[in-house]
């Protein structure tokens, strides 16, 4: 794998698991550390069998190891762990830093994950995931004009910063590759939510509009979430619009409204996408999924069904696709996404479930030290046979 050899140490719990979970997948050997009573997010909802959810997927194919910062053993653990490793991602607050700075040498490469940053009025503010996906605007625009700002689905604002976080750190390791050494990184959660806030901050750069919570509208005007008489479907009044206004007129009087020559521009449909959509969904109401979608595939109109979330395991086209992976130790009742990437040269390795039990610091350590000839040996799990992904 890509990163194989290279010695990731994670003190971050929530806010940075997915970071370093993505350097596993690449080959990293990973070390999450947690404090006596257990990381944060072991606690996390939902629960499967006594089992977090978000632990099992943020924190899978990494080692595990116990340590307690407030006992000067622990803290010299700590330090002879950091002075071994390439990455460290550290999400501690920054008092705590002060009372324990971490010894990183000049190769040691450093992400700082704070909710507002290291610097500036709002360094010492405390934030959660829903804070920092407040902050960032995720919040305020997200749900139906006339009802209260909706929370974003799961975590989002710490998926986002497991997403750049794992990006400034293969950065950061080119960059040491090219001048030798490189400073710690400052990663704010709310900085990574704001970017991940899709349309909003382009389309006030773009025209000074502020943008108003529009439920299920998107924000090009050209797609919207209906209701069909059995679930729900993401409707477009893109592509063939002759088609699509002809094939809805032939099936809802309502609609033959489209068929005015005035409709065929789709800067005018985006100008009055209320009222295009709302006739679509007169019409979707008395239709089911199946009719829709089926019926659009058939003209080449792109309408996609709204997939529950504890349906998306069994999707057809993602399982034929190989997106879907079991862990690899025969639980065969959790599934998760497979890895953002594919390697013609190395299959993703299998997917390990958080450990139990820790590991012993010395253990680690052996691992992570040179021996006489300047090589590590990086603690890896016994190979197994991996069948590459279909298509």
Same mark, same amino acid.
């Given at each position: 794998?890509?990163?194989?050899?290279?010695?990731?140490?994670?003190?971050?719990?929530?806010?940075?698991?997915?970071?370093?979970?993505?350097?596993?997948?690449?080959?990293?050997?990973?070390?999450?550390?947690?404090?006596? !009573?257990? =990381?944060?997010?072991?606690?996390?909802?939902?629960?499967?069998?006594?089992?977090? %959810?978000?632990? %099992?997927?943020?924190?899978?194919?990494?080692?595990?190891?116990?340590?307690?910062?407030?006992? @000067?053993?622990?803290?010299?653990?700590?330090?002879?762990?950091?002075?071994?490793?390439?990455?460290?991602?550290?999400?501690?607050?920054?008092?705590?830093?002060?009372?324990?700075?971490?010894?990183?040498?000049?190769?040691?490469?450093?992400?700082?994950?704070?909710?507002?940053?290291?610097?500036? @009025?709002?360094?010492?503010?405390?934030?959660?995931?829903?804070?920092?996906?407040?902050?960032?605007?995720?919040?305020?625009?997200?749900?139906?004009?006339?009802?209260?700002?909706? =929370?974003?689905?799961?975590?989002?604002?710490?998926?986002?910063?497991?997403?750049?976080?794992?990006?400034? =750190?293969?950065?950061?390791?080119?960059?040491?590759?090219?001048?030798?050494?490189?400073?710690?990184?400052?990663?704010?959660?709310?900085?990574?939510?704001?970017?991940?806030?899709?349309?909003?901050?382009?389309?006030?750069?773009?025209?000074?509009?502020?943008?108003?919570?529009?439920?299920?509208?998107?924000?090009?005007?050209?797609?919207?979430?209906?209701?069909?008489?059995?679930?729900?479907?993401?409707?477009?009044?893109?592509? !063939?619009?002759?088609?699509?206004?002809?094939?809805?007129?032939?099936?809802?009087?309502?609609?033959?409204?489209?068929?005015?020559?005035?409709?065929?521009?789709?800067?005018?449909?985006?100008?009055?996408? $209320?009222?295009?959509?709302?006739?679509?969904?007169?019409?979707?109401?008395?239709?089911?999924?199946?009719?829709?979608?089926?019926?659009?595939?058939?003209?080449?109109?792109?309408?996609?069904?709204?997939?529950?979330? $504890?349906?998306?395991?069994?999707?057809?086209?993602?399982?034929?696709?190989?997106?879907?992976?079991?862990?690899? !130790?025969?639980?065969?009742?959790?599934?998760?996404?497979?890895?953002?990437?594919?390697?013609?040269?190395? @299959? =993703?390795?299998?997917?390990?479930?958080?450990?139990?039990?820790?590991?012993?610091?010395?253990?680690?350590?052996?691992?992570?030290?040179?021996?006489?000839?300047?090589?590590?040996?990086?603690?890896?799990?016994?190979?197994?046979?991996?069948?590459?992904?279909?298509?």
């Amino acid at each position: 794998m890509p990163l194989t050899g290279l010695r990731v140490l994670d003190f971050s719990d929530h806010a940075g698991a997915l970071c370093s979970r993505l350097l596993a997948d690449l080959g990293a050997d990973v070390v999450r550390v947690e404090p006596p !009573d257990g =990381a944060a997010v072991r606690r996390a909802d939902p629960q499967r069998d006594g089992a977090s %959810l978000a632990d %099992l997927y943020a924190n899978a194919n990494k080692r595990r190891l116990v340590l307690d910062f407030t006992t @000067p053993a622990g803290r010299a653990d700590g330090c002879a762990l950091v002075r071994q490793a390439d990455v460290v991602f550290d999400a501690r607050p920054p008092v705590e830093w002060e009372e324990f700075p971490l010894p990183a040498g000049p190769r040691t490469i450093v992400i700082r994950i704070t909710p507002f940053g290291m610097t500036g @009025p709002r360094a010492p503010w405390r934030g959660s995931d829903l804070v920092c996906a407040a902050r960032a605007g995720m919040v305020f625009v997200n749900g139906p004009s006339d009802r209260e700002p909706l =929370a974003p689905f799961g975590l989002a604002a710490y998926a986002a910063t497991g997403l750049v976080g794992a990006t400034a =750190a293969l950065l950061a390791l080119a960059v040491r590759d090219r001048a030798g050494e490189v400073g710690a990184v400052d990663l704010a959660v709310t900085e990574a939510a704001a970017a991940a806030v899709e349309h909003v901050t382009g389309l006030y750069r773009q025209t000074g509009e502020v943008q108003r919570r529009q439920g299920t509208l998107h924000w090009s005007r050209t797609f919207r979430v209906g209701e069909a008489r059995d679930g729900l479907v993401l409707m477009t009044h893109l592509g !063939d619009w002759t088609t699509l206004s002809q094939w809805v007129a032939s099936e809802c009087p309502e609609a033959r409204i489209l068929t005015d020559p005035a409709w065929e521009s789709v800067d005018y449909r985006k100008k009055h996408a $209320e009222a295009v959509f709302s006739v679509l969904e007169t019409w979707l109401r008395t239709r089911s999924v199946d009719e829709v979608c089926t019926g659009a595939s058939l003209r080449r109109l792109p309408f996609a069904p709204v997939v529950r979330p $504890e349906s998306i395991a069994d999707a057809p086209q993602l399982v034929a696709r190989g997106f879907v992976r079991r862990f690899s !130790d025969g639980d065969a009742g959790i599934a998760f996404p497979a890895p953002p990437w594919r390697f013609s040269a190395c @299959p =993703a390795p299998p997917r390990r479930l958080p450990p139990a039990h820790s590991e012993e610091v010395a253990a680690v350590l052996r691992d992570w030290t040179p021996d006489a000839d300047g090589l590590r040996s990086v603690h890896r799990p016994a190979p197994q046979a991996v069948a590459a992904p279909p298509g």
